[in-house]
């Protein structure tokens, strides 16, 4: 995962929660007024475009050439789903050599890069902190409500090509889990019925436990939802809290993710977490539903 847009009419919060309680380092403001975020040697990984409604705006994959990109645009046509090739200032937007982009069967819009620009050894965290696990495994991962799980899961990996982590079933919730590098999973899907997409959370892998900790303190400090509780999860083993952010999509803030590897075997768990994660604000909307 290369990088990830949202919109939001809550955009200038962003400013106080991506660098003051995420560490993120703000950046120079985008054409639309964007707030733009670094958090690693990636020019930009995190863009919240000022908008009527909160929404995933796009998601950004990393290939390893053009070669590459196009390759699986040609599998992504042969799904039935038209291609765009970007131009070379929409690429320049993205901080990217260039993409080509496309709407997935769920309506999220889906960018295939390559050549991502870096700034090596000049990352500068909005607060002091340890710093964020990203290099090969990506910026961290997305979970996408989607309107038909079997179709999409069909989609993510016979089109785009992940490969199957593994499933939770926890009553009457089914997610899949997705990976394509050493990340447990970089996508994972749910459905909560048809006709309904969103998105439920992202995470962000930091690299030492007492930034998790520290977060949360921050966010009791300064008015920003804790949604859940520290916990540990059954399948990464992530421990993380979960960070309601000013645009409703939740923000999971976890360190120590297992690696996964060619020798993975998927495997199937009847619940989310293996502690922890308790539900702390029931009143908040449950994630960012959207209306397509």
């Not at 960070?243 to 939740?250: A, E, G």
């Not at 199937?268 to 209306?291: C, K, N």
Request: charged share 20%; hydrophobic share 40%.
């Amino acid at each position: 995962m290369a990088y990830l847009g949202l919109g939001t009419p809550a955009a200038a919060e962003w400013a106080a929660f991506g660098a003051g309680i995420l560490g993120l380092q703000a950046i120079e403001r985008g054409e639309d007024g964007a707030l733009r975020f670094r958090m690693d040697d990636a020019e930009c990984r995190l863009w919240v475009h000022p908008g009527e409604r909160n929404d995933i705006a796009y998601i950004g994959w990393t290939l390893a050439d053009e070669d590459a990109a196009a390759a699986l645009g040609k599998r992504i046509e042969a799904a039935g789903l038209p291609l765009t090739r970007a131009t070379p200032g929409e690429a320049r937007a993205r901080c990217v050599a260039g993409y080509y982009w496309f709407t997935d069967p769920a309506g999220f819009r889906q960018e295939l890069t390559w050549g991502q620009f870096l700034s090596p050894a000049t990352f500068q965290p909005g607060r002091p902190m340890s710093g964020f696990r990203t290099g090969d495994q990506g910026m961290g991962h997305i979970v996408l409500l989607v309107p038909d799980l079997a179709v999409c899961d069909r989609f993510y990996r016979e089109a785009m090509g992940f490969n199957i982590s593994d499933r939770i079933v926890d009553g009457s919730r089914e997610l899949l889990f997705y990976h394509c590098n050493g990340r447990h999973h970089s996508l994972a899907i749910g459905s909560p019925g048809p006709g309904i997409s969103g998105a439920h959370h992202l995470m962000l892998e930091v690299n030492a436990l007492d930034d998790v900790g520290i977060a949360v303190d921050l966010c009791g400090e300064r008015g920003f939802p804790v949604s859940k509780s520290i916990g540990c999860h059954t399948n990464d083993r992530m421990v993380s809290a979960y960070l309601f952010s000013p645009s409703v999509l939740r923000i999971e803030y976890g360190v120590g993710g297992v690696a996964i590897d060619d020798l993975w075997e998927p495997k199937s768990y009847s619940r989310t977490s293996i502690w922890g994660h308790h539900e702390l604000r029931p009143d908040l909307p449950p994630a960012m539903i959207v209306e397509r």
